[in-house]
């Protein structure tokens, strides 16, 4: 009868399970610090050195930098750099077109998509500690809905009843 029988709590199987991996790789760590291979045929690894003892040859580093000649004189001769007559044009305002208004609007009225959606998230869950979360915002809303619609349903009853009751 298996409905009398306890279920196996699988975070204590997990546990166990990560235990004995745990150990495995300990045992794996003992045996390369003691220089036995891990896996029994596979060959060792070799320094890099060569084979038999050889040295590459490298080519020698020249002992002060090495400087190309410049004319000094062609420098000189040269006209200085005058910049052209006339406005620059990326200085200055823009011309404006109907995109960039577009643009501009949609900025200033908050139509844009987030900048950072990881964040409004975030903050959308109640996961940043301080904020209160969002649906605890939306319930306070909600009730001061319903709050100030009850009062304006009473106003209203009361001034239909000093309309209609006068008569």
């Excluded at 298996?2 to 300990?26: G, M, N, T, Y």
């Excluded at 050889?54 to 006209?79: C, G, M, N």
Aim: glycine residues 8%; proline residues 12%; aromatic residues 6%.
């Amino acid at each position: 009868m298996s409905l009398f029988r306890k279920k196996p709590d699988p975070l204590s199987d997990r546990a166990r399970a990560l235990e004995a991996e745990i150990a495995a790789l300990q045992v794996q760590i003992k045996q390369a610090e003691s220089g036995q291979p891990l896996w029994p045929g596979t060959p060792r690894l070799r320094s890099p050195a060569m084979p038999t003892g050889q040295k590459t040859v490298s080519s020698p580093v020249p002992a002060a930098p090495v400087f190309e000649d410049v004319d000094q004189k062609r420098l000189k001769a040269s006209a200085p750099f005058t910049p052209p007559a006339g406005p620059h044009p990326e200085l200055g305002p823009r011309p404006r077109d109907l995109s960039s208004t577009v643009q501009n609007l949609k900025r200033r009225f908050g139509l844009t998509p987030a900048s950072n959606p990881k964040l409004v998230k975030l903050l959308d869950s109640g996961q940043i500690q301080g904020l209160r979360p969002l649906r605890y915002e939306r319930r306070v809303a909600r009730n001061r809905f319903f709050l100030l619609s009850a009062l304006l349903l009473g106003v209203l009853y009361g001034l239909f009843k000093a309309i209609v009751g006068g008569r």
